[in-house]
C-alpha cells in the first residue's frame, strides 16, 4: 500500500520523478533482500526439520535398548552405520591406526580421549621403552643382513667355475 501511495502521489505530482525514482529503488532492494532471506531461511528450516527428524528415530531406537546386558549384532547394526579403518602408521615404533565411527542418525563419532597426567618417571621410562626397542630392531636387522651377506657368498663359492 505504501508503494501504491507513493506511485500515486508521482502521478499528482506531489512527488518528484527523482524522489520516486528512489523511493522506488529503495523498495525493489528491499524486495529482494527479503526473497534472499526467505530462501536462506527456509533451508536452515528444512536442516532443522531433517535434524528432527533423525533424533526423533535416535531418541526412539534408543528406548527400545535402554536396558541390555549384552552388545549384540542386531544392536550394532542398529547403531553403527559403517566404521572406517585407515592404514597402519608405525613410523614412531609403535603402532597407531585410526579408526572413524559413524553411527546412524548422528554421523562421525569422535570417541572422546581422557588426557591423563603423565610424570616424568613414567615418560622417561616409556622412552627407554622405545630406545630398547629400537635398538633390537637395529641388532635383528642387521644380523638378517649378515645372514644374507653369508648365504650369498656361500651360492658363488658352490657355484662351478667355468674357464
Do not use: C, W
Request: charged share 35%; proline share 2%; glycine share 2%.
Amino acid at each position: 500500500m505504501l508503494f501504491q501511495k507513493t506511485y500515486e502521489d508521482s502521478v499528482i505530482g506531489r512527488l518528484t520523478s527523482e524522489r520516486y525514482e528512489q523511493l522506488s529503488t529503495a523498495y525493489e532492494r528491499e524486495q529482494a533482500d527479503l526473497k534472499e532471506q526467505n530462501i536462506s531461511l527456509q533451508k536452515e528450516l528444512d536442516i532443522f526439520i531433517a535434524n528432527s527428524e533423525k533424533t526423533g528415530n535416535f531418541i526412539e531406537l534408543a528406548r527400545k535398548y535402554v536396558d541390555f546386558s549384552e552388545l549384540t549384532t542386531p544392536m550394532l547394526n542398529e547403531f553403527v552405520d559403517k566404521v572406517l579403518v585407515h592404514e597402519a602408521d608405525k613410523s614412531s615404533g609403535e603402532r597407531v591406526q585410526k579408526v572413524d565411527i559413524y553411527l546412524s542418525f548422528i554421523g562421525k563419532f569422535d570417541i572422546p580421549v581422557n588426557v591423563e597426567e603423565v610424570s616424568q618417571a613414567e615418560t622417561e621410562a616409556e622412552e627407554r621403552r622405545l630406545a630398547k626397542k629400537l635398538k633390537q630392531r637395529e641388532y635383528f636387522h642387521r644380523r638378517y643382513v649378515e645372514k644374507k651377506e653369508k648365504k650369498r657368498q656361500e651360492e658363488q663359492r658352490q657355484q662351478p667355475r667355468i674357464a
